[in-house]
């Protein structure tokens, strides 16, 4: 019975993508796909933090986020609809390997991990940062392998939710070798990090470097905004909406944004 379920289950969770494979094709373009998923990603923050979900600070973070993906969303040609065999085959062989594979290795009585061996877990984690900051301190300060090596470094900062640490970081590989879009990885945690003055002194020197910079433009906004410079920061948005393409499938963004300022 217990597998007749898990099977039941697994057929009920593959069927929207049966539906999507079998349903008549159609060219999508990436760009306005990747546009739909953010502002979903959008509304799913609204209700999140309607309902309690998160707190406003959190929500603010991850709105942060998400708006930065959206503006950073490329112009794409309409993408090509392919051959659906691929998608049908592994359709029915990703849950028959799954089975056969949870048959042959699978062990149902395993205990989850203890608060012990979690612990454990981290401490393994932070051991290697710690490691792999002091290989960092010894090599060639600026070849390529020491960059790849700090934006590691930065990006587990990120993830383990310390942006002052991935801050640090992402200077590092900004010493390197200057990059627009690394650069507002940098400015966002900066402001995620609450060091809002320094984001914005950073986007100060950041932006004649990249002047069309549509992310930098919109988190050079955020800081004045979040600095309590509402005048600034309006000042700000309006010069990125004027040079904004017909279009541009981030000004509505931008917009609200302009008004929620006091």
Do not use: C
């Not at 900004?174 to 400015?187: E, H, M, T, V």
């Not at 984001?199 to 906004?221: E, I, K, N, T, Y």
């Amino acid at each position: 019975m217990t597998w007749l379920l898990t099977g039941l289950l697994a057929a009920a969770a593959l069927l929207p993508l049966a539906w999507i494979i079998l349903r008549p094709a159609r060219a999508t373009d990436r760009a306005a796909a990747d546009r739909a998923l953010y502002r979903a990603q959008l509304a799913e923050l609204e209700r999140d933090r309607a309902s309690g979900r998160l707190d406003e600070a959190a929500h603010a973070a991850a709105l942060l986020e998400v708006q930065r993906r959206l503006l950073a969303v490329p112009e794409a040609a309409p993408a090509r609809a392919g051959g659906r065999g691929p998608l049908l085959a592994g359709l029915v062989a990703v849950p028959v390997l799954a089975f056969a594979l949870y048959f042959l290795n699978g062990f149902p009585a395993m205990p989850s991990a203890t608060l012990a061996e979690r612990r454990d877990a981290v401490a393994r984690d932070e051991a290697l940062l710690a490691e792999l900051r002091l290989r960092l301190q010894s090599m060639p300060p600026r070849a390529q392998q020491t960059r790849q090596g700090w934006l590691l470094l930065a990006e587990a900062e990120r993830n383990r939710g310390r942006p002052a640490e991935a801050a640090a970081a992402y200077g590092e590989v900004l010493k390197i070798g200057f990059d627009p879009d690394l650069a507002s990885q940098r400015a966002q945690v900066l402001l995620e990090a609450g060091m809002v003055e320094e984001a914005a002194a950073f986007l100060a020197d950041a932006l004649p470097r990249a002047p069309g910079h549509v992310g930098l433009r919109f988190l050079a906004g955020q800081a004045e905004a979040q600095a309590g410079r509402p005048s600034a920061a309006r000042a700000t948005w309006q010069a990125l909406l004027a040079t904004a393409p017909d279009g541009a499938p981030w000004k509505g963004m931008v917009e609200r944004r302009m008004q929620s300022l006091p």
